[in-house]
């Protein structure tokens, strides 16, 4: 028979006898009946221990209860045989825990026999859900301890805590602490579980709970936490959610600031690769004034004309680049406002900056453009300029016919 089904015998037996406690276990007493001798037979036969009858201040054995109807017989139940099954009996709450071990290690079946208290259960509620609670949380505040006072393996009797000053928490345990339902507890549970932030939970827990435990007397700040649990659990959320959103904040932030960069460069490499062969326009200018003459025989027509031709070329050439140029830089507006756009609806609540440096960018993008299109009006310029001093330069006497 398995352990759910000794303890709700066992449980079944204490509703009928009412057990009471003694000093190696546990006993209660019955009139024998033939129904009763049958009813103990069918009970040890399913496993449950019974490990002595006391008839008269005398031990018998269950066969010699047929002689003796009528006549009341105590049963015992001895805790040393109970634990080798496995089984644990406990006459009420106090006094399993006053057995130390149980905060954080529960016994894995269990009765509490004045509350009819189960353990395991189909369904785990009232007092018994609170203290698998307050152990699972005990565990927790152990694991975060900056020390702990351990009398043996299993028992823990201080936690210390070193944040801004020394905080002792003494585990002492009542029956009283079981009324508390600890609200927040599976928030609590589930952000540790994460496993993100490890060290920023940890110091969060710790200042919260120096908080609200630092003016209360020593002895009672274990029963004071578990009873303003819903408060240290709100407050250990609300920080850690504060903190979450100034990391988030700053991630993004650095993702912005990381794009305007980015983007800005971009902008920049647009007008310096054109800038540089700007240069060429008044080499171009000077280089014309200074070769270019009138025309009086072929071979200062074969000059103007070739170095016409390569300043056209060089003009041409720079209309291409510049259209070219422009076109890349549209395609960078069009991408730094698509990101912008990604981002603004991402993060509402950072519109402002977000659309500020998208101002920024929208700032040098037209500088740019208008730097390209001052560079399209010299390059054109130049190109005229060119054509007409060639065309100035040529014979017309000659050519009209007037010499």
């Not at 004071?224 to 100034?246: A, D, H, I, P, T």
């Amino acid at each position: 028979m398995d352990k759910l089904a000794l303890l709700t015998k066992l449980k079944d037996l204490n509703r009928e006898f009412s057990f009471a406690k003694i000093d190696d276990g546990y006993e209660f007493s019955l009139t024998i009946s033939s129904s009763k001798i049958i009813q103990l037979a069918e009970f040890i036969d399913s496993g449950i221990p019974i490990s002595a009858f006391l008839l008269n201040e005398m031990y018998v054995e269950l066969a010699d209860l047929s002689a003796n109807i009528g006549s009341t017989v105590k049963i015992q139940l001895s805790s040393e045989d109970l634990k080798q099954k496995g089984l644990s009996i406990f006459n009420q709450w106090n006094d399993f825990l006053s057995f130390k071990p149980n905060f954080l290690h529960p016994p894995e079946s269990f009765i509490i026999l004045q509350e009819e208290v189960v353990h395991p259960s189909n369904s785990i509620d009232g007092k018994l859900k609170n203290f698998f609670d307050i152990s699972n949380f005990l565990r927790l505040l152990n694991e975060q301890a900056d020390h702990s006072t351990k009398v043996t393996s299993k028992v823990i009797d201080e936690l210390v805590y070193l944040h801004k000053s020394r905080l002792e928490i003494p585990i002492i345990l009542t029956a009283d602490c079981l009324n508390y339902a600890l609200d927040g507890y599976s928030i609590v549970d589930s952000l540790f579980k994460d496993g993100s932030h490890a060290e920023q939970k940890s110091s969060i827990f710790k200042e919260v709970m120096y908080g609200l435990l630092i003016n209360i007397p020593v002895k009672e700040r274990l029963g004071y936490l578990l009873s303003n649990f819903g408060e240290f659990s709100k407050r250990f959320n609300e920080n850690y959610q504060l903190f979450v959103s100034e990391f988030s904040f700053d991630d993004v932030r650095k993702e912005y600031e990381e794009n305007k960069r980015d983007y800005l460069t971009k902008l920049n490499d647009i007008f310096s690769s054109v800038q540089t062969k700007m240069l060429g326009i008044p080499i171009s200018l000077a280089l014309a004034s200074l070769k270019m003459s009138s025309v009086v025989d072929g071979i200062s027509f074969w000059t103007n004309f070739l170095l016409a031709i390569s300043i056209s070329i060089y003009s041409i050439m720079m209309f291409m680049l510049i259209a070219n140029q422009k076109h890349t830089l549209a395609a960078v507006k069009n991408e730094y406002e698509s990101q912008m756009t990604r981002l603004k609806h991402q993060y509402s609540e950072q519109y402002e900056s977000i659309k500020k440096i998208e101002t920024e960018l929208n700032i040098r993008h037209d500088f740019q453009k208008s730097c390209l299109n001052w560079f399209y009006l010299m390059s054109a310029a130049l190109f005229i300029l060119i054509l007409a001093l060639f065309t100035w330069n040529l014979p017309w006497n000659t050519i009209l016919g007037l010499a």
